[in-house]
């Protein structure tokens, strides 16, 4: 066992947490014991850079159950749970841990570094850091590789400039564009976990108080939907005119960032984009203001600008940073920018993040077996994964559906029959 975890002591809580999750992860649990038979994975070395949450401790015990040998890191700075990442260490053989809950951005990188020392056959990424990192500097181990999953839209994204590029070295699957995932995980796990994370690092009341979104992606309407269902007046910021439309035909009141600066008391970013709020929107803002980012990267919101603007700088509270602007103006933020559902609460639930990785483990598994037949570019979640998903999670919540009759069906097939 090689970890660098902060402290072996905490296991015991992580383990029990890990235990709370796993209750609400049914499907995982299901495809889990299949691998403890079937051992898919035998011999396969993966390398993980994922936020190292409960949930994620149940998807490594699903790989592991396999026959994978896991090594795995953060996908963020701020977003390991210290207790999961000991229980994981201290409890799983073929399982090495290196995460350590606010290290700095040179041990974030020694640690992914670290992962790849064990030769990965396959990458498991959150945010395609790791991937990055292996095209630029690990060129030489790129042959070893028979594929990988990558979790997130920003991820992806990165993933498939590579692919245009000629530069992605091997097949990857984008397990955010399965239906089962980005459908929920991105609506509902933001929507509750940001607003989560949002009250628990300050506890401010969102009923009456204006909360602007920045982006309505489907993170955004998660984000907007739950704000609202709190009382919140919610504003939308949007620069693409569809979402902005879905956005006003569902009530929100939509308006460019730089209005929006001067009303808004909560700000949220969750656009995938850079520099979403900056200077002339700082200069614009109440006294008070509360700024959040819940998207993958903390370029979202300008913090230099912020701190070039600001005359001092305090921490006021565990996750909030006051900054003191020229004219006496106080503006907050809150996880230094950095996803806020991770950094000051625990993520996206359980329940939600089952879907999610039960792709992932099912991705790894059709990886493993068709590696050979696979191309060096992005490919999407085979729809009878996806499909399969959503059968279980039903079946798992206690929910039957209708099926059709042979008549409906033969309908639907059919062009003749009008009216
Ligand atoms: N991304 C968002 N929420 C998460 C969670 N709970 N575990 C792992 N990755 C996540």
Redesign the pocket.
């Known amino acids: 066992m090689d970890c660098d975890v902060k402290d072996l002591g905490l296991a015991e809580a992580g383990r029990t947490r890990i235990e709370w999750a796993d209750q609400e992860m049914r499907v995982l649990a299901l495809i889990r014991e299949r691998f403890e038979k079937e051992r898919p994975l035998d011999g396969i070395r993966i390398a993980a850079c994922?936020?190292v949450?409960t949930?994620?401790a149940n998807l490594i015990r699903t790989l592991v159950a396999g026959g994978a040998d896991v090594a795995l890191c953060a996908s963020n700075p701020l977003s390991t749970q210290d207790d999961t990442a000991a229980a994981l260490c201290e409890d799983l053989d073929g399982v090495d841990v290196y995460a350590i809950k606010g290290e700095d951005n040179e041990t974030y990188y020694r640690h992914i570094n670290q992962v790849l020392d064990h030769h990965p056959h396959l990458t498991m990424d959150?945010g395609c850091d790791l991937v990055t990192l292996l095209h630029r500097e690990r060129k030489a181990q790129l042959a070893e590789l028979l594929g990988g999953t990558e979790?997130t839209t920003t991820g992806v994204i990165r993933l498939r400039a590579m692919a245009e590029q000629g530069i992605l070295a091997y097949p990857v699957v984008a397990i955010n564009d399965a239906n089962t995932k980005h459908l929920f995980?991105n609506r509902f796990?933001t929507g509750q976990?940001t607003v989560d994370g949002v009250i628990r690092a300050t506890n401010l009341l969102l009923a009456g108080r204006t909360v602007v979104i920045g982006g309505y992606g489907m993170c955004g309407r998660g984000v907007a939907s739950r704000a609202r269902g709190m009382g919140a007046r919610v504003i939308v910021t949007e620069v693409d005119p569809l979402p902005a439309l879905e956005a006003a035909m569902e009530g929100y009141e939509v308006m460019p960032m730089r209005e929006a600066a001067r009303v808004g008391e909560v700000f949220v970013t969750v656009t995938g984009d850079t520099g979403v709020l900056r200077r002339e929107h700082f200069e614009a803002m109440r006294d008070g203001a509360v700024m959040a980012n819940s998207g993958h990267f903390d370029v979202e919101i300008d913090k230099l600008g912020l701190a070039e603007l600001a005359t001092s700088v305090r921490r006021v509270r565990e996750f909030v940073e006051e900054y003191t602007l020229p004219d006496g103006r106080r503006l907050n933020l809150l996880g230094e920018g950095r996803l806020i559902?991770?950094a000051a609460a625990?993520?996206?639930p359980?329940a939600v993040?089952d879907m999610s990785f039960a792709n992932q483990a099912l991705s790894v598994e059709w990886v493993v077996q068709n590696h050979e037949e696979l191309e060096a570019r992005v490919y999407g979640v085979p729809d009878e994964i996806d499909r399969d998903v959503a059968r279980l999670k039903l079946a798992a919540m206690g929910l039957a559906i209708d099926s059709l009759s042979a008549e409906q069906t033969a309908y639907l097939n059919s062009w003749e029959q009008g009216t």
Request: negative net charge; proline residues 0%.
């Open positions: 994922l936020h949450t949930e994620t959150d979790e995980d796990g976990s559902n991770l625990e993520g996206h359980a993040m």
